[in-house]
């Protein structure tokens, strides 16, 4: 029997949690989450399917400016794609499910990966513009990356001398 919307849904937080991923983060998911609800029972269905998928990925206008945008979009296609690796799979792949440029440079250390999806959710959540999220990105990625080829496995171990370095 497959799992209704609301499981698929609540399994996908819970999942978020596991992963350790931020409060703020977790509360910006069920918030894209409860609107896939309500757009569900606006149509009359309780399932997950293609169709509702779709219809959710074509919502893309801003309730605040009525017009095209891209946060939405993405937010929208995340959470499209965390629902069916739940539905196929079973579970979120974190470290090979890269939802919205899955060909870009990453760290490869999984707490590297965390590291920086949770700053960009912090970028989404501050409502920074696209174009200024993907710029923080890039440097970041590429300062992991740097961190990484240097053995620092942690942040928390980079020091202050490595900053010069880097840039």
């Known amino acids: 029997m497959k799992p209704s919307l609301c499981q698929l849904v609540s399994e996908a937080l819970k999942q978020q949690e596991e992963a350790g991923f931020a409060q703020g983060t977790i509360s910006l998911s069920r918030r894209v989450f409860n609107r896939l609800l309500a757009m569900a029972e606006s149509l009359g269905c309780s399932d997950f399917s293609d ?3 779709s219809a959710f990925v074509a919502d893309t206008v801003s309730v605040k400016t009525g017009r095209y945008c891209h946060t939405r979009y993405r937010l929208h296609n ?3 794609a ?3 690796a ?3 799979c079973g579970r979120i ?3 090979h499910n890269r939802y919205i440029f899955p060909n870009r440079e990453m760290p490869n250390s999984p707490e590297y990966q965390n590291l920086l999806e949770n700053y ?3 970028l989404r959540e501050d409502e920074k513009h696209d174009n200024t999220i993907d710029s923080y990105r890039n440097v970041a990625v590429k300062f992991l ?3 990484e080829n240097k053995s620092i496995r942690n942040i928390n171990e980079v020091a202050p001398g490595i900053i010069p370095l880097f840039f």
């Open 51 to 53: 169709d509702l998928a």
């Open 78 to 80: 995340v959470a499209i």
């Open 82 to 84: 965390r629902l069916k």
């Open 86 to 88: 739940i539905q196929n």
């Open 93 to 95: 792949n974190w470290l």
């Open 120 to 122: 960009l959710d912090h």
């Open 145 to 147: 990356i740097f961190c």
